[in-house]
């Protein structure tokens, strides 16, 4: 019998100022990495060990808790309940665009039409920067300019890129997985948490997404403008003392507050979790250190061989 979450935050998270770092250098130009056809064989724990609570206080629509190391399930929450996932979707582009070897070294320029419905970017129209700048800006920052330059910045038509979305999702595993466009701004870009603990698994296979991902803060230099851009990780979490493997946010009015993320205990513990639907910016972080405090309390596992 899987658990159901429910209960009030009981701790608070304080939250300061983060440090300053630099973009990962772009002069080289990283191999491209393919996520593996997923091979899903979770199994579920029924009954946590003795002195662990039944479940971890998350106040969210939908929740997943993974143990990569034993490959179980600790805890699930309407975990195939299909809701829109907003910038999640961002993983997914990210690993479509780098599985097509298109140079990182490339150099693109904001349009009109990738600025359309995104007055939150950090990006002005004509500046021009990398393809590797673009993907940190998606990553990072969750920019939705960023993304939109990705997905024209390859061979495939826009049709075509969503299309090889829904193909990748489907070989990920991620069958109840549909998306329209590659921000997540649309409330039809649908996922569960079981499949968006698919997808960041598999994404987080790639170094540079890794990388990425685990930036507290990059800054970005527009090859033809004097002003610079300084982008926070919209994971506050990386600045607090966890030890993250990657994550990523997501939020529109439709989804609620989301987050995707793999963070480890030291030597002891690899854990996934999903958050969707949190009704505020603070609870779903909160949601996710109660979950990760509350996982780390389980005997450690040995990581089990593929």
């Known amino acids: 019998m899987l658990w159901l979450a429910g209960g009030l935050i009981v701790a608070a ?4 100022t983060p440090q300053q770092a630099q973009t990962p ?33 998350m106040r969210c629509q939908s929740a997943l808790v993974v143990d990569n190391s034993g490959r179980q399930i600790l805890f699930e929450k309407n975990s195939h309940q299909r809701r829109p996932i907003a910038s999640l979707t961002k993983l997914l582009t990210a690993l479509v665009f780098l ?11 904001v349009t ?19 393809l590797r700048d673009f993907l940190s800006a998606a990553l990072v920052s969750s920019d939705n300019r960023a993304a939109r330059v990705l997905a ?10 969503i299309a090889r979305m829904n193909e990748r999702a489907r070989e990920l595993g991620m069958d109840s997985t549909s998306v329209v466009e590659p921000t997540g701004l649309s ?6 948490a079981y499949d968006c603990a698919i997808l960041i698994n598999a994404a987080l296979e790639n170094h540079l997404i890794r990388e990425i991902t685990t930036t507290p803060e990059i800054t970005l230099y527009p090859l033809n403008r004097k002003r610079s851009h300084r982008l926070v990780n919209t994971n506050r979490l990386l600045r607090f003392g966890r030890e993250f493997l990657g994550s990523k946010t997501g939020y529109i009015s439709e989804s609620g507050w989301c987050i995707a993320a793999r963070a480890r205990s030291g030597e002891e513990h690899d854990v996934t979790v999903i958050v969707l639907g949190a009704p505020s910016n603070n609870q779903r972080f909160r949601a996710l250190d109660n979950a990760l405090r509350w996982a780390y309390r389980f005997p450690q596992r040995s990581p089990q061989k593929s």
Not at 13 to 16: E, N, Q, T, V
């Open 25 to 57: 250098p772009s002069g080289d130009r990283p191999g491209v990495e393919s996520a593996t056809t997923a091979s899903i064989e979770w199994t579920v724990c029924e009954t946590p060990p003795p002195g662990i609570e039944r479940r971890p206080s």
């Open 13 to 16: 998270i304080a939250f300061g």
């Open 187 to 192: 409330e039809l870009n649908l996922s569960t």
């Open 99 to 109: 599985e097509t070897g298109t140079d990182l070294l490339k150099t693109a320029t």
């Open 152 to 161: 024209r910045s390859t061979s495939m038509t826009a049709d075509q890129f």
């Open 112 to 130: 009109e039409e990738d600025a359309l419905n995104s007055s939150k970017s950090h990006l002005r129209t004509g500046e021009e920067l990398t």
